[in-house]
């Protein structure tokens, strides 16, 4: 979820949190994951015009009231990650597939 923010983004939040604001993107957000922070709470970081711009960069309505835009966001990404858990584990089975068990 969080590698879709912008890096000004990722700042604002890692700023109101006092997290380090530097380095890769990928370390900014491994950052913020290894903070054990709600979503929503490090999204409330975010100024509105973030919030409706990430809404609008994954295409999905920018109306509503600050916490209902994030967790839209952040319910949008749940559904992503549960629908590519799904592919993976139908992959993974198929590839096991005539593969004789051990026991």
């Not at 949190?17 to 993107?25: P, V």
Request: no cysteine; glycine share 6%.
């Amino acid at each position: 979820m969080f590698a879709q923010l912008r890096g000004h983004e990722l700042a604002a939040i890692s700023g109101e949190f006092d997290l380090r604001r530097w380095g890769t993107k990928d370390s900014q957000v491994r950052t913020l994951w290894e903070s054990h922070r709600a979503e929503e709470s490090l999204l409330q970081a975010l100024g509105s015009d973030d919030i409706e711009a990430l809404l609008k960069r994954l295409k999905l309505r920018s109306s509503g009231s600050k916490k209902e835009r994030i967790l839209r966001a952040i319910d949008h990404f749940a559904q992503s990650d549960e629908a590519s858990l799904r592919s993976y584990s139908a992959a993974s089975a198929s590839d096991l597939e005539g593969v004789p068990s051990e026991g």
